[in-house]
């Protein structure tokens, strides 16, 4: 009867192998093609120096935070135990 059987658990193996192969050849296609070099522009081309600038071109509102109290309220709960202090004589 074994001699009918034959195993064979290596096509999946294949399979399995050549996938990762594709699909990392794939990624370094698209990762490091010629298409995908960055187009870095001085700030001499740029056409706005500030983020400011920017938002106010695109119509943004921009509105600047409110400062924050000079004293600031005691945080409610009792205060942290100060550590002790090894260098200090008994």
């Not at 059987?5 to 490091?32: S, Y």
């Not at 106010?56 to 935070?65: K, P």
């Not at 409110?66 to 008994?90: L, Y």
């Amino acid at each position: 009867m074994t001699e009918g059987r034959k195993r064979h658990g290596g096509l999946p193996l294949v399979v399995a192998a050549v996938v990762a192969i594709l699909g990392v050849v794939g990624m370094l296609i698209v990762d490091h093609g010629p298409w995908s070099k960055p187009r870095v522009q001085t700030a001499a081309n740029a056409n706005y120096s500030t983020t400011g600038e920017a938002a106010r071109a695109a119509g943004a509102a921009v509105n600047s935070t409110e400062p924050r109290a000079r004293i600031e309220p005691a945080p409610p709960g009792p205060r942290p135990v100060q550590p002790v202090n090894p260098d200090a004589p008994h």
